[in-house]
């Protein structure tokens, strides 16, 4: 019930994901072409509101704060994934990667 979607032609994620509640899901994003001093920034966005940044990182892994899981860069930051280790029916929603400074 996760839904995925690229913000900017630089990115590239699934159009769609879907998991059962409480299984743990991985929403990945592919930036190839990213520069150096891009962050990687995702985003969040339940239905009928505006998106909310979730996290932003330019390496590494970083966890999630009031959300249990984390944002694992990979070690040439040509990819990201957000790891979401128990999601449930309210987590439903459209995850945006997007690059900036």
């Known amino acids: 019930f996760l839904a995925v979607a690229a913000a900017r032609a630089q990115v590239q994620q699934e159009p769609s994901l879907e998991t059962t509640e409480g299984s743990g899901i991985n929403i990945s994003c592919s930036h190839p072409k990213i520069r150096t001093s891009d962050y990687i920034h995702w985003y969040r966005q ?3 509101r505006g998106p909310e940044l979730l996290v932003s990182a330019l ?3 970083k966890e999630l704060s009031g959300l249990a899981g984390e944002l694992r ?4 930051r040509h990819s990201s994934a957000l790891w979401l280790r128990r999601p449930r ?4 929603a459209v995850y945006y990667c997007a690059l900036g400074p």
């Open 46 to 48: 339940l239905p009928g």
């Open 59 to 61: 390496k590494g892994s």
């Open 73 to 76: 860069v990979s070690a040439d």
């Open 89 to 92: 029916r309210g987590d439903a």
